[in-house]
């Protein structure tokens, strides 16, 4: 148990349509990364948030968009879906915004599947 | 830019046997190195990472990894497995600075046998 948590666990959405993932992460963590992980492969960086701000971004286009919360919730948003959109999108919580030594806590994802 | 390479896609393995999972990365600037584990429709548990220090480093559930810099390599061992082991293994790595972007490899499926 990680103490990061994600919603919906799972959703089918159609190509063109809109999708907002949740992750909601530890208190005291600042920083939130999310990844794509298409089936068969490995994790894919998108984006890392820091106290409500990018900070860095994966060969993804701008129709990924992501939003930070004060309240250590954050949101991925992806827009005009794609059929390759198609993943488990897993958020990753960090006690600093230095990335140095700490470790990231993964949340369980969200399987979205585009038709 | 980072790569990461686990040559092996799938490694059947009987119960109570050794087992080595292979990695190799490639950076131009210092790395950290993690292992990870995926259970079936489950997110990412950290079984290890090298920081620096001793090149042996031991990792939860009885597995290891050892760091060698001149073959670049970051290879996962464990003596004994169970069944319980059976589950999808990544290898990362992360750049020293101040991001916490990790780059994983493929993935290789342990498959344990009774």
């Known amino acids: 148990e990680t103490g990061v948590t994600q919603s919906p666990t799972h959703l089918i959405k159609t190509r063109g349509q809109q999708v907002t993932l949740r992750c909601s992460s530890q208190s005291g963590h600042n920083t939130v990364s999310w990844y794509q992980q298409a089936l068969g492969q490995g994790p894919q960086f998108i984006f890392q948030y820091y106290r409500e701000e990018e900070n860095g971004r994966g060969n993804f286009p701008p129709r990924f968009s992501g939003l930070q919360f004060p309240n250590y919730s954050s949101e991925l948003n992806v827009n005009a879906l794609e059929l390759d959109d198609s993943a488990l999108y897993l958020c990753?919580?960090?006690?600093?915004?230095?990335?140095?030594?700490?470790?990231?806590?993964f949340g369980p994802g969200t399987r979205l599947t585009v038709t | 830019a980072q790569s990461v390479t686990q040559l092996d896609s799938q490694v059947p393995v009987f119960e109570e046997a050794p087992v080595e999972l292979r990695c190799n990365y490639s950076s131009s600037v210092s790395v950290y190195l993690f292992w990870y584990v995926q259970y079936p429709n489950q997110g990412l548990q950290l079984l290890l990472k090298y920081l620096s220090g001793s090149t042996l480093v031991k990792g939860i559930n009885g597995f290891e990894a050892e760091f060698n810099k001149s073959q670049t390599s970051f290879h996962l061992r464990k003596p004994s497995v169970h069944i319980s082991d059976t589950a999808e293994y990544f290898c990362?790595?992360?750049?020293?600075?101040?991001?916490?972007?990790?780059?994983f490899g493929s993935g290789t499926r342990l498959l344990v046998r009774p």
């Open positions: 990362a790595v992360r750049k020293m600075d101040s991001s916490y972007k990790l780059i």
């Open positions: 990753a919580s960090s006690p600093e915004g230095s990335g140095g030594r700490y470790e990231q806590y």
